[in-house]
């Protein structure tokens, strides 16, 4: 089957660093996505990885492993604005384009 | 290069009314693909198309509900005869013919009365 498992709801504080992970299980994996979406706006891109290991874009990084069907996402001196949902995707091999989403992890940055 | 364009923003209809709401993909992009969102719930697939062809609708409601993406002009999604459950944020993404990563559109808050 093809499934997306993150966690529901993560609280942190402000300045800290918190770690949102996701596991998949995909037929056919090809990359992972990750979305940040505000409350009430579009999903925006984050990050894709399709090689094993981190990928850094500023306070953001992304990590996958392949073998182990799992992912993360690394934030780094949390913001108040960081509040959001996290999305997580995978994509499948071939020529269907459609992704494998999971629920989101809302997150709640506190000062 | 605008982003992903949606039309209306916001849509109220009565039940039994039909919905239509558009999708202008990024310049470039080839593949649409359409959401559907429930307050405090997950994106829900619906319908991933390219021009003229319908690639995956496994995510449409088999009634009611139907999707196109013409040679000239927007992605349109159709909703027939809308009941209450129909109201939620549509969202569209678009992505171009070589890459898998989507760009989504601001969304189409539907209400129906």
């Known amino acids: 089957g093809q499934n997306i498992d993150q966690p529901t709801e993560m609280t942190a504080t402000e300045g800290a660093i918190v770690q949102i992970n996701c596991t998949y299980q995909t037929s056919g994996f090809n990359g992972l996505f990750w979305y940040q979406q505000h409350a009430g706006e579009a999903p925006t891109f984050l990050s894709y990885n399709v090689l094993d290991g981190l990928e850094e874009k500023g306070r953001f990084s992304s990590f996958l492993s392949r073998s182990k069907g799992y992912s993360y996402l690394l934030l780094k001196e949390l913001q108040m604005k960081d509040s959001a949902s996290y999305l997580c995707?995978?994509?499948?091999?071939?020529?269907?384009?459609?992704?494998?989403w999971g629920l989101g992890t809302s997150l709640a940055v506190n000062p | 290069n605008a982003g992903v364009m949606q039309n209306p923003r916001h849509l109220v209809r009565r039940r039994g009314q039909e919905a239509r709401l558009r999708c202008s993909p990024m310049?470039?992009?080839?593949?649409v693909y359409w959401y559907r969102q429930l307050p405090e719930e997950g994106l829900k697939f619906m319908v991933y198309?390219?021009?003229?062809?319908?690639?995956?609708e496994s995510g449409m409601p088999k009634e009611r509900f139907s999707a196109e993406f013409p040679k000239e002009g927007p992605s349109i999604l159709r909703i027939q005869q809308v009941v209450r459950g129909d109201s939620a944020a549509y969202f569209c993404a678009s992505s171009p013919p070589a890459e898998d990563t989507q760009y989504f559109g601001p969304g189409t808050r539907l209400t129906v009365l």
């Open positions: 310049k470039g992009h080839s593949h």
């Open positions: 995707a995978a994509t499948n091999a071939g020529n269907n384009r459609k992704l494998i």
């Open positions: 198309l390219q021009k003229e062809n319908i690639i995956d």
